[in-house]
């Protein structure tokens, strides 16, 4: 039987680790191919040099990048890894991608790499938050939502 492939965009969150858990309990097959993704927002390296990220590209600081990345995969291993079904004929992909930082572009990478990994569907979690805050901050979930051209569950935590 072929593998089903599933994205599941992450961050460190209790909204994700609770909608990993569903995807678990109500969709995961033994043999589906689990890809989970975090974008780390570039955002992140401007503030170190108190510079705009539109305008500036220094060099990586290698020792900041590492670090990123070494809490990256902390979180994913305590929430998403040790949760992982023991039944599963198949290891989890594990996706770290540096990229933009408003929730479009975020978005967008999710989208793009679905799509090159032939994905059978993206499941993700929508976090809970006001209007007022969607406002300003977009929502990485509704953008899927609306650009994706493959099927998204959204597992919604209320």
Known sequence: MASRVIVFPVDDSDDSQRSFD???ANLFKETDEIHLIHVIPRLAYAT????AAVDFNPGIDRNKYEATV???EE???KRFLSRYPESSKTTPFVHIIKSETDSGSIGHVICSKAEELHAACVVMGNHVKGPV?????GSVSNYI?????LPVLIARNI
């Open 22 to 24: 569903w995807l678990v």
């Open 48 to 51: 170190t040099y108190v510079a």
């Open 70 to 72: 070494h809490k990256v």
């Open 75 to 77: 979180f994913i291993v």
């Open 133 to 137: 805050r969607e406002f300003f901050m």
């Open 145 to 149: 939502m609306k650009h994706c051209k």
